[in-house]
Structures are given as structure tokens and as C-alpha cells.
T-cell receptor, first 113, second 113 residues
Framework: DTAVSQTPKYLVTQMGNDKSIKCEQNLGHDTMYWYKQDSKKFLKIMFSYNNKELIINETVPNRFSPKSPDKAHLNLHINSLELGDSAVYFC????????????FGPGTRLTVT | AQKITQTQPGMFVQEKEAVTLDCTYD???????LFWYKQPSSGEMIFLIYQGSYDEQNATEGRYSLNFQKARKSANLVISASQLGDSAMYFCAILRTGNQFYFGTGTSLTVIP
């Protein structure tokens, strides 16, 4: 069974559109994260949720809005997509906030044309 | 300011040889954690090894060991007996106070048969 899953795996869309990426973990973890990996492979944390509550919100445009309906899910909604949003987005989870080990999803490759 | 620095964008190693991937960090926190992750070409992020700032002994996990030099603020990853499957991107990361993860820019390792 997949521990952390993301859908879709690939997403190609035009500028100005709104899109969502879904993330689910079946590990019973309390904390979930979203990371953005740019074309130079640099990984940057975007958001962190602990038990459905936002605990980290790095400087990202407010076009990005995370939604956590329950502690097993953390979805990322992006409004008015821009070319610079093209990247691989990783979801991750850990047992507790700041826990030793984060389990990553397979990533979603977003291409904005 | 860059919190994690990986100065080697690309490394090559002969199969069965050992290789050291460099990582230096910048923090004034007393308590922090250092991590290494592997990202193969398939894209997933795989946790390799963890070192706590108060751990006196260097962490080891199978063929992976972390050469932790606190005074120099370095946390180099040593991979012994390299295998072809070790070819991947390797990311160093720090967990700082406030539960903030910061990743380095990564090192691409290629194992030559």
C-alpha cells in the first residue's frame, strides 16, 4: 500500500487556470507538508499542517491555498496559474510536527504553458 | 541566507568505492536535526539518515554514515561500497527550531561501473 499518495502525477495546464493537487497519507501521521522543487532541484517548504491546523506558511503567493479536510489529507489549490509555478510539488507527512522522518509522496509534475 | 549548502553539484564514483557528499549548515539553534534524502530519477524522496545536534556518535545506517562535525557545522554523507543503484540526487536538510525544514540544492551522484 502506498504510504503517501498524490494525484495527479502529471498536470499540464494553461496560464490563468485554477488547479488542485490532492495528497493522502495512510500512515496515521499528524503532520503533513507541501514542498516545491524547482527546475534546479531546489526543494522549498511551502506549508505544514498539524492535525488540520496550519503551522508553517512560508512566503508563497496567496494564489496557493492548502486545504486539510482531515489529518490524512492535505490538498493544494492554486489559482491563476503562472509560468513560474511550473515545478514538481511534493507532499510529505511525519508522525508529529518536526518529527525525525518525513515520508514523501511521488510528486506531481506541474507544467504551466 | 542559505541555511544548507551543498557545494558539489555533481559527483562521480567508481562502483564499490566510497564517496563523501559534502553538506554545511548555518544555524544558531542549540537543538537541531540533520537529514539526508535520496532522490532517484523516478522522483521520489527517500529518507536515508538522521543526526541530532546532541548526538555524540555519528549516525550510521547500513552503507550510509554521517560524518558530523558540529564545530565546523558540517554533516557530510559517506556512502561505502557504492552500487549502481546509488546514482541519484542527494539532499541534505536541517530541521531547525520552529519545525522548519530547509533543504540544500542537492548533489547529483553518478556511480560508474
Amino acid at each position: 500500500d502506498t504510504a503517501v499518495s498524490q494525484t495527479p502525477k502529471y498536470l499540464v495546464t494553461q496560464m490563468g487556470n485554477d488547479k488542485s493537487i490532492k495528497c493522502e497519507q495512510n500512515l496515521g501521521h499528524d503532520t503533513m507538508y507541501w514542498y516545491k522543487q524547482d527546475s534546479k532541484k531546489f526543494l522549498k517548504i511551502m506549508f505544514s499542517y498539524n492535525n488540520k491546523e496550519l503551522i508553517i506558511n512560508e512566503t508563497v503567493p496567496n494564489r496557493f491555498s492548502p486545504k486539510s479536510p482531515d489529518k490524512a489529507h492535505l490538498n493544494l489549490h492554486i489559482n491563476s496559474l503562472e509560468l513560474g509555478d511550473s515545478a514538481v510539488y511534493f507532499c510529505a507527512s511525519s508522525q508529529a510536527s518536526g518529527d525525525l522522518e518525513q515520508y514523501f509522496g511521488p510528486g506531481t509534475r506541474l507544467t504551466v504553458t | 541566507a542559505q541555511k544548507i549548502t551543498q557545494t558539489q553539484p555533481g559527483m562521480f564514483v567508481q562502483e564499490k568505492e566510497a564517496v563523501t557528499l559534502d553538506c554545511t549548515y548555518d544555524t544558531s539553534d542549540q537543538s537541531y536535526g540533520l537529514f539526508w534524502y535520496k532522490q532517484p530519477s523516478s522522483g521520489e524522496m527517500i529518507f536515508l539518515i538522521y543526526q541530532g545536534s546532541y548526538d555524540e556518535q555519528n549516525a550510521t545506517e547500513g552503507r550510509y554514515s554521517l560524518n558530523f562535525q558540529k564545530a565546523r557545522k558540517s554533516a557530510n554523507l559517506v556512502i561505502s561500497a557504492s552500487q549502481l543503484g546509488d546514482s541519484a540526487m542527494y539532499f541534505c536538510a536541517i530541521l531547525r527550531t520552529g519545525n522548519q525544514f530547509y533543504f540544500g540544492t542537492g548533489t547529483s551522484l553518478t556511480v560508474i561501473p
